[in-house]
């Protein structure tokens, strides 16, 4: 299987979305491999965290993009916790890939 393309978004149990521009800086980043619940590469391939505490990596579940599932969970991010973005509404491009990378450059941290 391959690596994960970047940016890489990362969903919370709760809903919330993080964005890792770089998925070999994952062990950096996340602390193990229950940090998050689901995410997505830049291609829309779901990705989950493996190895060990410390030295979390980012593997991809399947190399079958999830667009509907991905796109879900983004709307929902933006309906509840983007509360200081301006509009609150998603970018709209119909391109996967895209949209992803539209969606990493518009992230506003909560």
């Given at each position: ?36 619940l689901e995410g997505y590469d830049g291609q ?67």
């Open positions: 299987m391959t690596d994960p393309a970047d940016p890489v978004l990362l969903f919370d149990e709760d809903g919330r979305m993080f964005v890792l521009h770089d998925p070999a800086l994952a062990s950096d980043l996340i602390e193990s491999e229950d940090e998050f829309g391939r779901p990705v989950r965290a493996c190895d060990e505490p410390g030295q979390v990596g980012l593997t991809l579940v399947t190399t079958e993009p999830q667009p509907h599932e991905l796109r879900a969970r983004v709307e929902r991010y933006y309906s509840v916790f983007a509360a200081r973005h301006p509009t609150r509404i998603p970018p709209q491009e119909t391109d996967l890939a895209a949209f992803i990378r539209a969606v990493a450059e518009d992230w506003i941290e909560e």
